[in-house]
């Protein structure tokens, strides 16, 4: 099993383990009350996804269901023993293939359930990642604060005050305002966009959470800070850098369960889809040998229906894709590991605290940037033939 979202320090060896490592700067890097809020946001999260997983797969396998139904009979007359049940085993396959078209539908092309289902997905999940980024760019932002506070127990407590204000503000104008946030986020016309597509992230701080964080994380250290300063971006380090190259690194390999590994689902996608198109040009193929006088074992309408039946399993393997969009998630890791890599290289090669930090602020803007990428692509994702 995958241990996702160590930055957060979520179990209780965790923190132990932090305050082992880095007991100066341990005050900073807890926080109970984000922890609290991801926890709870993040399993939603996870049962939204299963269950608009399950509705986009019911919507699909509705309409492949739907038109199957015809080319079937040929199938179904041409071995079914008693011919005499086949006018009943018709008219069920009618009134199936029917209903589940209109669920196909309502379902699908309308977004009865899947549009509403996703929507609650996606907006949990922009929850969860801004939680993670609030944490980790509240501690970038001040590092020179928990520079100055370690040690002093009425410094650490004024850093906690002023930190639990700034999250409450959060909370209040983000988390309880999702349904704006979100259309914020997707929506590239909408009012008050960040524009992470404007200009390069880079060059601007439209990844910062609040804007005056930019400022403060430009200050400097004294001499008598480093050493702390050094500390708490070797934490950060370790925890959030070093967990993001472990969650791609793990989501871009093929190993692992189909839903949640890209490469996979390329794979079995792709060769399911080549497949039964191969399936289809091979009856059609058969039927045309038949065409000229060649003896073969099944009539032409039986060898018809088949092609037909090898396409619409085909066009459903595509529509599954279109979902899942595996292509584009592994596009969208495979940057977001090459700009991690780049964030990791810097923060390796850096001989101080402020360099190191620079370092980190490089990860915060691809982590924004990844998660714009995540938002458009699911957005867009629909389980329709």
């Known amino acids: 099993m995958f241990?996702?979202?160590?930055?957060?320090?979520?179990?209780?060896?965790?923190?132990?383990?932090?305050?082992?490592l880095f007991p100066a700067v341990m005050f900073a890097l807890d926080h109970p009350s984000l922890r609290t809020d991801f926890v709870r946001i993040d399993k939603g999260a996870i049962r939204a996804k299963r269950r608009?997983?399950?509705?986009?797969?019911?919507?699909l396998g509705f309409a492949v269901m739907s038109l199957l139904g015809f080319p079937l009979e040929n199938v179904i007359a041409a071995v079914w023993p008693d011919k005499a049940q086949l006018a009943v085993i018709f008219r069920g396959l009618a009134i199936v293939g029917a209903a589940c078209g209109v669920l196909a539908i309502i379902f699908g092309n309308a977004g009865f359930l899947f549009g509403k289902s996703k929507r609650d997905w996606l907006?949990?999940?922009?929850?969860?990642?801004?939680?993670?980024?609030?944490?980790?760019?509240?501690?970038?932002?001040?590092?020179?604060?928990?520079a100055r506070a370690a040690g002093h127990r009425e410094r650490e407590a004024e850093y906690l005050a002023a930190r639990e204000t700034a999250f409450q503000h959060f909370r209040r104008t983000?988390?309880?305002?999702?349904?704006?946030?979100?259309?914020?986020?997707?929506?590239?016309?909408?009012?008050?966009?960040?524009?992470?597509?404007?200009?390069?992230i880079a060059d601007n701080a439209a990844f910062w959470i609040e804007p005056d964080w930019s400022a403060r994380a430009?200050?400097?250290?004294?001499?008598a800070e480093d050493a702390v300063a050094d500390q708490l971006l070797e934490a950060y380090a370790q925890t959030r850098l070093q967990g993001q190259v472990q969650y791609t690194n793990y989501v871009l390999s093929s190993e692992g369960k189909f839903w949640s590994h890209p490469t996979l689902q390329v794979t079995l996608l792709d060769n399911a889809a080549f497949t039964l198109v191969v399936g289809a040009f091979a009856s059609n193929f058969v039927?045309?040998?038949?065409?000229?006088?060649?003896?073969v074992p099944l009539s032409q309408s039986v060898l018809g229906s088949l092609a037909i039946i090898f396409a619409i399993l085909?066009?459903?393997?595509?529509?599954?894709?279109?979902?899942?969009?595996?292509?584009q998630e592994i596009r969208r890791l495979?940057?977001?590991?090459?700009?991690?890599?780049?964030?990791?290289e810097n923060m390796q090669a850096a001989r101080n605290a402020r360099k190191k930090l620079d370092a980190g602020l490089l990860l915060e803007a691809a982590s924004f940037e990844e998660m714009l990428e995540f938002l458009g692509t699911n957005d867009q994702a629909r389980f329709v033939l």
């Open 3 to 20: 241990r996702f979202n160590d930055e957060l320090l979520l179990t209780d060896d965790d923190r132990a383990l932090a305050g082992r």
């Open 52 to 59: 608009s997983r399950l509705i986009g797969l019911l919507t």
């Open 123 to 146: 907006e949990k999940r922009l929850m969860s990642e801004r939680l993670r980024q609030w944490n980790a760019q509240y501690i970038l932002a001040h590092a020179v604060d928990v």
């Open 174 to 200: 983000f988390l309880d305002q999702i349904a704006s946030e979100y259309t914020k986020y997707t929506l590239r016309t909408a009012a008050g966009h960040s524009g992470g597509k404007m200009k390069a």
């Open 218 to 223: 430009a200050r400097k250290f004294t001499p």
């Open 287 to 295: 039927a045309l040998i038949g065409a000229v006088g060649a003896e």
């Open 314 to 327: 085909a066009v459903g393997v595509r529509a599954l894709q279109e979902g899942l969009r595996p292509h």
């Open 334 to 344: 495979e940057y977001y590991a090459g700009a991690i890599g780049h964030a990791r």
